[in-house]
């Protein structure tokens, strides 16, 4: 697949629409929209969609999505600056870049509700 473009899709829960959006506002999003059933926010291209679900269990959790991404490096600094744990048990947490050809190069990020974000880079 080529394709270039920042870009995501995604519909992920949230056991708190605050703490959701102050999450990711740290890593540049913006609240697009938000009721009491459903928040969209923003980054450029990015757009990830959350619904609620208290119930969710960060350390069971199997949601997830793709981010595609032109510049992988300047996400990965941007987000890494964010000082989240990197060790394989934390919950939010990141990985360092892995880059195993043929999978695009790419980094792993789990958010406060266990979802997993594969940000990969564009080829």
Do not use: Q
């Not at 899709?9 to 959701?20: C, E, G, I, K, V």
């Amino acid at each position: 697949m080529s394709a270039s473009g920042d870009r995501i899709t995604a519909n992920l829960p949230a056991r708190d629409f605050d703490a959701t959006a102050a999450f990711y506002g740290k890593m540049g999003f913006e609240t697009a929209y938000r009721d009491d059933h459903w928040m969209i926010l923003t980054r450029g291209a990015l757009v990830l969609e959350f619904f609620p679900h208290p119930e969710v269990d960060p350390y069971s959790s199997w949601f997830s999505a793709c981010i595609r991404v032109d510049d992988l490096d300047r996400y990965h600094g941007e987000w890494m600056a964010l000082d989240l744990p990197r060790d394989p048990k934390s919950i939010p947490r990141i990985t360092g870049i892995m880059d195993r050809p043929p999978v695009p190069r790419m980094f792993a990020l789990i958010d406060a509700d266990g979802s997993l974000l594969r940000v990969l880079e564009n080829d």
